[in-house]
């Protein structure tokens, strides 16, 4: 069953800056962009890349004044989501060289400093078990409140203040996840059933894949509880927060207002 | 003229724990290891993986108790050095996406916080020459203190305390470099000249190639001013130091010592 | 001249919650309170408690649900404020045990870690000239921008930063002084001229008193520019913006809305 | 039954630099120092102020070059140590003024930050019930690790690493109590069966005094379970860590060694 798409943005420029844009839904194998609609406001030029590991693609723009993004799609999503408890570790050096980069400290999700408390905490479990700890743990140590965080608030912040939105759920999954050298990154994406709705992140972990016996895959983890991986559009993917914004300006924006609507298509 | 490097270092697990080395220099174009010999202590497994972009390898070691790494080689360095002041910038649409990677905020270098100030000190400059200029700035600036810092100092706390050594010069010109929307990335490397002698990181920025019109090449700078690029034997790369330490311990290690000589060829 | 002060806030709880209140001009020698009016929305219970080295009042609150607080003063204020770059430094073993307290680091003012670029920015001055002249550095090098910091924002962010509002302005300050080993504390204020119109906040050094040999005295010093210290009533002092908020919640509480009005009587 | 006491540090300084020195057993009514010497080396000049609280002395010298300090005595501790469980919490409004201070923020405890965890956590319970389950619950989740931790950790750091010395379980613990609306505060010491022997560093309480209807008292309370308070002998008092270290140093100095003892008497 498809799922259906709408988000715009908005914000202003003082002066002609460069931004990064990519809120689309990537085109991959495990989704299908069935019809999509990009509308961007008139720029001093405008240009695609591919996005990090080549899962969707970012739009540069040059731009000044008043901006804006409008955006819609149908997306069927045909991801397999197998119950997370049976998944296998996969053992460090087994992991192909693209999952070893997922292992590292990055802007918002410091593991080194957490391998203390996930080694005590979640310690004597293993694989897919432990991320489902982990995940347990966040949902019920953790409040959902909007506004109780900023573009600054990291892991550890978040692991402190016990507050927050999806962004910060996602980073402390993430940040336990590589504390326990499991490779774990940040997927920004759509899904129906975020509440307030808005953009959505969630954590995607590298386990054993038991279709591929040797091999590894990403398999997608939701702190919050509110997203069905098998549901869920993905946009991007990074190492965190920091790698697949929907608005990354390189020089001082005021962002005015953003909506967005996901829906099960009926 | 070649450079002879001799390195090792020793550390202590308590109890079985993965690790990931990465000390050889990489085996690049521009850098012929002419001859290299790698002495690994016994472990419970080894393997290799390439390291990030593919510049050097990493060695996943799973061991316990006391272990120790020894390696030495004889590098011929044939790396252009052209004068950073002479090359232009290339307009952040026409990055390759390899590069765009590297304009994002990294665990160390969080460059989004400091805009504002480097609009003010270096807006006015371009290019090569506005590295040169921030180059120019933090050896000014900055206290050469060992000790001075640990392995938790960001290119912010450094930017406070206006002391640290090689890794935090490296981490605040990446900085500077990536909020200017110049991609930056951080290198280890072995450099004769360095005081005192041991393990050195360097900046690396992406500016146009001359010698390859509307391409763009990535150039080594060290704000320490102690590494000549054209002698400097690069390791590795990565976002910033979490990426390319010599030694990665996931799960609490103890470092014993380390002792790296580095001289031109005689 | 008196001036005239007008202010409101208010503020939800959604559970009963203790709070300190801090907003009223403290009756001390150097400004005389004309008339002043206070009115506190019902409370489970209120109680009064001298404020921070006896300046002014605090008030503790204990409440539920919505709570709003009203004031009106009019205030004569007789401020001796002599020029800054004339006065000369106590030196620290003559100071007295209370300025001592305002040498040591604070929540927001980590000066021990400012040592270095202080002395390496400042060092050649001494006493007053030297505070004159971290005022003007602050002026010069920061953006005044509403907005761009938060309650967590400390010293060192800001400094990165070069942004934020009067409390970050004074939180450099007093964190530049004290890594001086020049006594600074913050001070808490309503005082005309000040854009947009708020409560307001300055710092305030100890310095040599020319009218009693051997003495000190606290200056007020302003880095925004917008106060006058003449004209500035003090609502109470800390060693930063912890001790003196006008609100501070023992719990989550919901601000709403603050309006203040401050103008030289005519 | 007295304790000895048995204290020498040493450091250098490059140039002529202001110190406070605070590591003498403090002259109060709960201990009475029977005998003690202090040597202090020669210095450019040395004057004594009372500490924070008027609870022991600070000394300030100006020195240059290596400087050593030494110090015994023999205290006859006579504090009372009820049980802490017993005790109630003194309403908030009905704190003394000095103790008001002693629930704000501070450098090394920002207690505002962890009102969610300590509400979630320990919620339930109350006053001297509520800061032994605090105690438990640091002793039970953290690690005493000497050298994990740095002059520049917080409360903050420690609640994430997990590991720590005796100063971080004690700001741990005051951030617990201070986010719970009791006024805590940091106290240095000497205690036998300190291991590794060292300075120490406990908290402070302050809970209803049952022997003193509508009053309150402070209460030692020590997080790594090491000292006993009937034993302790106090140097000082603070907020924390900032305010009373045995060597605060107003310029770079480099400290060489300390060397502390403490038993019983025999």
């Known amino acids: 069953m498809p799922i259906d798409i709408s988000a715009r943005f908005a914000f202003h420029l003082d002066q002609p800056t460069d931004l ?17 609609e990009t ?25 000044l004044g008043d901006y804006s993004v ?39 999700c410091q593991a080194d ?15 897919g078990a432990k991320v489902a700890a982990m995940r347990d743990w966040i949902a019920e140590n953790f409040h959902y409140v909007p506004g109780a965080s900023t573009p600054n608030t990291t892991a550890l912040d978040s692991f402190v203040e ?30 129906p059933g975020v509440e307030p ?11 054993n894949d038991p279709t591929a016996p040797g091999g590894g895959a990403w398999y997608l983890v939701d702190a919050t509880g509110m997203a ?10 990074g190492r965190d927060a920091a790698d697949v914004s929907f608005l990354t300006s390189f020089g001082l924006s005021r962002f005015d207002s953003s909506e967005v609507q996901v829906t099960e298509t009926k």
Chains 1, 2, 3, 4 share one sequence.
């Open 39 to 63: 509308r961007l406001a008139e720029a001093m030029h405008v240009a695609r890349v591919p996005a990090q590991d080549s899962i969707g693609e970012r739009i540069w723009v040059r731009a």
């Open 113 to 127: 400093r957490m391998q203390s408390f996930v080694a005590d905490r979640f310690g004597k479990l293993e694989g």
């Open 20 to 36: 990064l844009l990519q809120f689309e839904a990537a085109a991959i194998p495990e989704q299908k962009i069935l019809s999509s």
């Open 228 to 237: 069905d991986p098998a549901k869920t559009a993905k946009i991007g993917i």
């Open 197 to 207: 709705q808005d953009f959505h992140a969630v954590a995607e972990v590298f386990l």
């Open 162 to 191: 016990r507050r927050g939105i999806c962004r910060d759920y996602a980073h402390v999954l993430v940040t336990f996840a590589r504390a326990s050298t499991i490779p774990a990154r940040y997927v920004a994406c759509y899904a």
């Open 70 to 108: 409008e955006y819609s799609a149908r997306v069927a999503v045909e991801r397999l989501a197998p119950e997370l408890g049976s998944l296998a570790m996969v053992d460090p050096h087994e992991l192909p060289g693209e999952a070893v980069g997922y292992l590292f400290d990055s802007r918002y």
